[in-house]
Each structure stands twice: as C-alpha cells, then as structure tokens.
C-alpha cells in the first residue's frame, strides 16, 4: 500500500518471504453486532473515539444505528487531533471537541456514561496505545515527560509491558468512565473489549499477545507497508512508528524499507522542528517531552546499526540529509538494492499489514 494506491512488487517467489499472521481472524457480521449490543448506552452516554481508523468508525457507526433503533441521540466527542477526520467519515454527525480546559475533560473521565473508544496497537515506545497512553499524550503534558523519563533505556521497545506504559495506566486508576478497546488489521475487527478503562485495555493486550507470531530469524532486509486501517502512511511520524515497530527482528546492518506516502508531511512536532534545524538529534536527552521527541530518539539510536530507508513524497533533502536515511524513488529500485546487497539467492521479507506483524518478545 502506497497511500490511496497499491505499489507493484516484481520478485521471484524464490526471493519473497511475505510476513503474515494468520492467528489474526476477523469477526463475522452476526458475532459483532452482538458483540457491540451487549455495550451499555442511554440517553446519557457521551461517546468519546480517539482515532478515526476504520475499525473505529465501524464500530462507533454500529453504536450510533443501535441507539437510533432504541430510540436514543448519543452525544459525540472527540480530541481534536482525531475530530476533523472522524467528521468526514460519521456524516450527519455533530461531533463536539474535547480541549484541554481540565474542568470538562475531568467531568467526562468521572462519568460513568462516558464511553470511549480506542483501536488498541502496539507501540514503539509504551508497548502497546490504547485510551490510558492516548489520554496521557493528548492531556497530561506532565505524566507524558514523566513516562518519557522512565525508560530504561532508548530504544524502541514493541508488545513489552515497561514503566512508561505503567505510568500511562496509573492515569486511569480510579476513572469512572469505560472504554472499548478495538483490535484489528486491514481486513476487519478481531476483538471488541468492553468494559472500566483498565479493565478493557488489558484484556486488549492480553489479546494482541495470544495473536504474536513466532520471532522470525534475524532477518537481513525487510520491507514494510502500512496499516490501510489506521492511513498510517499519511505522515512521517506514523509510518515510523511501523518501522520501530518492526526492527526487533533485523539483523545488524540490515536494510529496512518503509513505504510510506506522508502526503500529510512529517506529523510529530519533534520530526518538523529536527527537518528545519530547530533541535539536534542528541536534543532528546535533556529535553522536556513535547510531541514525536520518541522519533528522534530512535533515528539517533539506530540509524547506524541498520541501513534505514523509505519510500516517501516527503522532499529527499530532509529524508537524506537531515534525516539520514537513504531514499528510493520507487519499490523496484528498492528490491532490487536489497538483492545486490544480499546476493541473488536472497529471500526478501515483505510485511503488508504491519498491524498483524506481532512478534513475540526475544527470550
């Protein structure tokens, strides 16, 4: 996937290795809708998704046709980074914005009719996101310097349960309100948890890790496309946060490609300031958490110990020269580099839904 269209890869099988999942089922129709009735709304629910995935917007669109049937108007909010998105996509929908004033934020999290509504990843820096680690983003400035400062070391730690991910979970201790955590990959849902935000998110985890696949060897080139579900390759940060996602299985000096669009430009904050000179890689060490810093972490970390690469829109300039990455113009340049680096006999590992390329922790 390349955006809003597919890239074609031209290999021999014997030069293909596609990295699929097929622990990673999809819920049928029928099992769904019961699934999402034995949710609790009424007439007081405030309906909360924080992200516009499809997944999401499927499942909150099946939560709105229910309570229309029963007869009852949810109330719909959202984070603003989500909410213009969410718009576009739940038409006919008024869709207030959550800001970060405390007093209304502290009202929602204390009502026990307040629903939110999560897809449930893993994640490069806390080990997996859901509503606990989006909360602390988007409102706790704080706890999210703290997390950031809990780490045990810097480099990208996916599907592991760590102190920064504990200090996203010690937010929620004692929140009223619930939350239906969503797990799913390009194709569909797998699972729907509902139920206290802790409660539901854990549930979500234990889920995605009966889901993981075997650690693959130490893999010598990988490819990775993005998630279609979440328009990861809309930005810089998200399809990055797909590669750190994956790098566990690489070798030392393995050639890693993310083919992303990022029609969208860079995302983070941290990858804007560090493309137009505003901080230094190193600038992470002493600095206060603000968004994306976790990118520039990572990059300092490891782009030295494997060859990095992207398929991008992004101008070369900052992807090559301030980024440090190398840059292919198209999919075939990439392959074919990956094959005279590798040897002709070289199998070349392709992840295509990196929402399902769950790999179980070394050890």
């Known amino acids: 996937n390349y955006g809003s269209t597919d890239v074609i890869v031209d290999l021999k099988v014997e030069n293909l290795s ?7 089922e999809i819920l049928n129709s029928e099992t769904l809708d019961q699934e999402i009735e034995s949710i609790e709304i009424g007439d007081a629910t405030t309906l909360i998704p924080l992200d516009a995935s499809n997944s999401t917007v499927q499942l909150v669109s099946k939560l709105i046709a229910l309570a229309e049937a029963r007869g009852i108007k949810l109330s719909i909010e959202s984070i603003p980074k989500a909410r213009k998105q969410l718009s576009n996509k739940l038409q006919n929908q008024n869709i207030g914005n959550i800001d970060n004033n405390g007093e209304h934020l502290q009202g929602l999290i204390k009502d026990k009719n307040t629903l939110f509504v999560s897809k449930t990843n893993i994640d ?4 997996y996101s859901g509503t606990p680690v989006t909360l602390l983003r988007e409102f706790e400035q704080d706890k999210m310097n703290e997390a950031f400062k809990s780490r045990t070391d810097n480099f990208p730690h996916p599907a592991l349960i ?15 309100a619930k939350s239906v955590e969503i797990t799913s990959n390009n194709s569909g849902i797998n699972n729907v ?14 889920n995605l890790e009966s889901l993981a696949i075997e650690d693959k060897q130490e893999l010598k080139s990988l490819i990775v496309g993005t998630n279609t579900d979440t328009n990861s390759s809309s930005t810089l940060s998200s399809s990055l946060s797909l590669l750190w996602n994956s790098v566990n299985v690489l070798k030392r000096n393995a050639i890693v490609v993310s083919v992303s669009e990022n029609n969208k430009g860079f995302g ?5 300031k560090f493309a137009y000179g505003e901080i230094k890689l190193e600038d992470y060490k002493n600095s206060t958490y603000f968004e994306g810093l976790e990118h520039i972490m990572f990059i300092n970390e490891l782009r030295e110990k494997y060859n990095i690469a992207i398929l991008s829109s992004l101008p070369e300039y900052y992807l090559k020269e301030i980024f440090g990455l190398k840059v292919f113009s198209n999919i075939q340049e990439a392959a074919e580099k990956i094959l005279e680096t590798n040897g002709k006999s070289h199998r070349i590992s392709i992840i295509q839904d990196p929402n399902t390329a769950i790999f179980k922790k070394h050890g």
Do not use: R, T
Request: proline share 7%; net charge neutral; aromatic share 14%.
């Open 18 to 24: 596609l990295v699929e999942n097929s622990k990673f």
């Open 124 to 127: 490069p820096f806390f080990g």
């Open 162 to 176: 760590g102190p920064p991910i504990e200090v996203a979970n010690k937010l929620c201790e004692g929140m009223n």
């Open 193 to 206: 948890f509902y139920g206290a935000i802790l409660q539901s998110f854990h549930n979500a985890i234990k």
């Open 268 to 272: 983070a904050k941290a990858l804007e």
